[in-house]
T-cell receptor
Framework: GAVVSQHPSWVICKSGTSVKIECRSL??????MFWYRQFPKQSLMLMAT?????????EQGVEKDKFLINHASLTLSTLTVTSAHPEDSSFYIC???????????????FGPGTRLLVL | EDQVTQSPEALRLQEGESSSLNCSYT??????LFWYRQDPGKGPEFLFT???AGEEKEKERLKATLTKKESFLHITAPKPEDSATYLC?????????????FGQGTILTVHP
C-alpha cells in the first residue's frame, strides 16, 4: 500500500521550454501533496505544499510563477517548470500524505523522483 | 524554529557489525518522527513513524526508538544491501499542514 508514482522518471529539454511532471497516489487519496528538489549529496528541499482544489503554498525563495503546481484531484498533482533554464536541472521528488487531523501524524510517501536536465 | 540534526554524517560498517544512527531534534510539540531510507537516484522509502517517547518499532534488521530529545535507528548485523542514506524528519503539527523538517541524513556503507 501507499504507492506514489511520478512521470516521467527523467526528462531532457532545451532551455526556454516548459516541462510538466505528474505525481499520482495509486492506492490512496492524498490530503496533501508536496514537491521537493534535491541537489547531489544534499537533503530534500521543500518547494511547495498543495491541497486538492486550492492554491499551493510555496516556500520562501521558490518562484511560484516559475514552478506552477496544480492539484486537481486527491490522487494527482502536477509540477510545471516554466521556461526552464540549466540552473533548474535537478532531481524533483513528490510526496503524498494523509493528514490525520491537525493533531495527528502525517506520514509522507514519496515518489521515485524525476531527473530533469535542461540543456 | 524546528531543527533536526543527524549524526554521524557518514558511517562505514563491516557486514554483521551492529551500530546506531542518531537523530536529535528540537521542535515545539512533536506530532511525529519519521525515518526514511533513500537509495541513490530514488525517492525516499518510508521506514517508521514514531509518535511518543518510549515508542519502539522494528522491521527486519532495523529498530527505531524515540526519546523526548532524540531518536535512534539501530541496525543489527547489517548486510551490504542496507547501504543507503537514512533520513530523519519531524512533524510539529498545528498549521504546518503536514510539512516535515528533515535532517541532512546519514550515509551508511556496509562492506562485505
Amino acid at each position: 500500500g501507499a504507492v506514489v508514482s511520478q512521470h516521467p522518471s527523467w526528462v531532457i529539454c532545451k532551455s526556454g521550454t516548459s516541462v510538466k511532471i505528474e505525481c499520482r497516489s495509486l492506492d490512496f487519496q492524498a490530503t496533501t501533496m508536496f514537491w521537493y528538489r534535491q541537489f547531489p549529496k544534499q537533503s530534500l528541499m521543500l518547494m511547495a505544499t498543495s491541497n486538492e482544489g486550492s492554491k499551493a503554498t510555496y516556500e520562501q525563495g521558490v518562484e511560484k510563477d516559475k514552478f506552477l503546481i496544480n492539484h486537481a484531484s486527491l490522487t494527482l498533482s502536477t509540477l510545471t517548470v516554466t521556461s526552464a533554464h540549466p540552473e533548474d536541472s535537478s532531481f524533483y521528488i513528490c510526496s503524498a500524505s494523509i493528514l490525520a487531523g491537525l493533531l495527528g501524524g502525517a506520514t509522507q510517501y514519496f515518489g521515485p523522483g524525476t531527473r530533469l536536465l535542461v540543456l | 524554529e524546528d531543527q533536526v540534526t543527524q549524526s554521524p554524517e557518514a558511517l562505514r560498517l563491516q557486514e554483521g557489525e551492529s551500530s546506531s544512527l542518531n537523530c536529535s531534534y528540537t521542535v515545539s510539540g512533536l506530532r511525529g518522527l519519521f525515518w526514511y531510507r533513500q537509495d541513490p537516484g530514488k525517492g525516499p522509502e518510508f521506514l517508521f513513524t514514531l509518535y511518543s517517547a518510549g515508542e519502539e518499532k522494528e522491521k527486519e534488521r532495523l529498530k527505531a526508538t524515540l526519546t523526548k530529545k532524540e531518536s535512534f535507528l539501530h541496525i543489527t548485523a547489517p548486510k551490504p544491501e542496507d547501504s543507503a542514506t537514512y533520513l530523519c524528519a519531524v512533524y510539529a503539527g498545528g498549521t504546518s499542514y503536514g510539512k516535515l523538517t528533515f535532517g541532512q541524513g546519514t550515509i551508511l556503507t556496509v562492506h562485505p
